[in-house]
Nanobody, 119 residues
């Protein structure tokens, strides 16, 4: 069983910053990718940033230059530093990992954390 616990999020004014953190625990043999999705009210969940084990880091176009994703493979953590936040960044943010656990590849999700950008 794999669990992801998120922290961070909250209310911030436009132009402000927030840092989201996510820690994975449980029986994890290896991790193929870690990242963050978000879902705004009335919209579909979308990928914001991801770090694959092999390949380039991905950022959604609208967050490039403002968000930075980082990982600590030894601790199975993934962070998202969000700067210059805009009202359109308001959403519930979910971390995820694609990992091998108990001999199977699976995608595991955090519980979600609310980010609200408003004056």
């Amino acid at each position: 069983q794999v669990q992801l616990v998120e922290s961070g999020g909250g209310l911030v004014q436009p132009g402000g910053s927030l840092r989201l953190s996510c820690a994975a625990s449980g029986t994890i043999f290896s991790i193929n990718a870690m990242g963050w999705h978000r879902q705004a009210p009335g919209k579909e969940r979308e990928l914001v940033a991801a770090v694959p084990r092999a390949g380039s880091t991905y950022y959604k176009d609208s967050v490039k230059g403002r968000f930075t994703i980082s990982t600590d493979n030894a601790k199975n953590t993934v962070n998202l530093q969000m700067n210059s936040l805009k009202p359109e960044d308001t959403a519930v943010y979910y971390c995820y990992i694609e990992a091998v656990s108990s001999g199977k590849v699976g995608v595991y999700w955090g519980q979600g954390t609310q980010v609200t950008v408003s004056s």
